[in-house]
């Protein structure tokens, strides 16, 4: 292949690029001139008096060079100067001071030339792919994407969008349940645009709420009129979720809206979150009234309030407690996700339970001292305050085994009995 249609091709491989890729017809020609200038600069140390003309739509391309006319004896550098004697060849009416300008053959420069040129200009193609690719999703974060499963590895999953671009659904990012298959179009939100070292990265995630949340503006058309908004979010992905909605309109039940009529629009969510349990609430400025709702199915009798703090304590009967802490402690735990507030439960005492209560510190002779600080640094500090607060709580808020609990209800328990 003769030097200039090796040259050609590269223009012709370029305009392939812009076909795949949507690059812009202006961004397209300055890449080339870049590219050619910076070739020249290489090789001479200077471009600025080349004029590069590219025309991508015929595939051809022209260089054109200015050089000053000088004397005889000034000439130095042919690069940039041209002797009165050479340039009165070209034409014989030029002198000293006046400009040549002459069309340059870059099959002349020789073979190391084009293949510089062929480097650079894949080098400028990398760059504003990557560039691009950035553009795109930069603006896109927090909205839903498709795209299929190319490869899958312990830590994260490859996929690829309509136009090929690779997207990244880390472990930590995937619904517990989880499976894919290669060439399986799966849905997911655009968490973020990482770009070390100038390589962006698209991490994707099915576990965050805003997945949800797009989820459920897709499927309930008052949310995205405007009519409804998502107040709060929380999740514990695979399991169980909780969201808070309003309704701007005394009309509309923001509840009944997002469940749908035999709960219809929250399934279709559901099955895509692979059958996550979701409770969707009334939200509400009134905190008490927010925890309350948000600790359903439990009843709750009495809410105490620490703002200061973002506190919570609810006290509840003996039969609202499991429901309140729920399989695992996930309903407290979305509730305090969902509010913003720690809470802690405890069993409302019946009617003569509040007497005849002994100090904690009494039993320093039976419990390890450091076990009884543990459990009074949660703010219980008497025997009966033990037996009313939920196990699963004094296991996790004071970090105790479960034995150690249960030996220390056992011992608090024989002395009211006795």
Known sequence: MAKKEAVISLIDTFSEFKETKNIDRKTMVSVLEASFRSVIAKMFGDDKNYVVIVNPDKGDFEIWRNREVVKDEDFKNPNTQISLTEARTVDASYEVGEEVTDEVIFEKFGRRAILNLRQTLAAKILELEKENLYSKYIDKVGTIISAEVYQTWKKEVLLLDDEGNELLLPKNEQIPSDSYRKGEAIRAVIERVDKANNNPKIILSRTSPVFLQRLLENEVPEINDGLITVKSIARIPGERAKIAVESYDDRIDPVG?????????????????????????????????????ALSPAKVATVVLDEENRKA???????????????????IKLASMLTGHTIDVFRELEEGEGEEDIMLDEFRDEIDGWVIDSIKKLGIDTAKAVLNAPRDMLVEKADLEEDTVDDVIRILKAEFED
């Open 257 to 293: 809206a997002c469940v749908g009529v035999k709960g219809s629009r929250i399934h279709s969510i559901v099955r895509e979150l692979r059958n996550e349990n979701i409770d969707v609430i009334n939200y509400t400025t009134n905190v008490e009234l927010f925890i309350k709702r």
């Open 313 to 331: 304590e609810v006290f509840l009967k003996p039969e609202e407690v499991s429901l309140a802490i729920g399989k695992q402690g996930m309903n």
